[in-house]
Nanobody
Framework: VQLQASGGGLVQPGGSLRLGCVVS????????MGWWRRVEDEQRELVAV???????EYADAAKGRFTISRDNAQNSVYLQMDRLEPEDTAIYYC?????????????????WGPGTLVTVSS
């Protein structure tokens, strides 16, 4: 199983970016999909998560500015980030709980993408 994220880059404060992540490999199913971020020298923190049924949770810092969505047919998750602030500068990681033939249907293992850098600066 591989996760490949895209969409990071440099944006000015107040701007927007859209991150995308595709899960590929031998997949029986995916339950949660989400985005985490890590600021330099700090702990990784949850940004947003979306379940297979569509329920979502956001970190307080993301509420009202970020929107997570997923395309189950494409095994993809997206993060629309608006009104970005310098404090949002971080490496963003996508994650997914994936069921594979190796672990069996109904059992899910968390997989992580390699991260994509988002820099908010003027």
């Amino acid at each position: 199983v591989q996760l490949q994220a895209s969409g990071g880059g440099l944006v000015q404060p107040g701007g927007s970016l859209r991150l995308g992540c595709v899960v590929s490999g031998s997949i029986l199913g995916i339950n949660h999909m989400g985005w985490w971020r890590r600021v330099e020298d700090e702990q990784r923190e949850l940004v947003a998560v979306i379940q297979s049924g569509g329920s979502v949770e956001y970190a307080d810092a993301a509420k009202g500015r970020f929107t997570i969505s997923r395309d189950n047919a494409q095994n993809s998750v997206y993060l629309q980030m608006d009104r970005l602030e310098p404090e949002d500068t971080a490496i963003y990681y996508c994650t997914a709980g994936v069921s594979t033939p190796h672990v069996g249907a109904g059992f899910f293992v968390d997989y992580w993408g390699p991260g994509t850098l988002v820099t908010v600066s003027s």
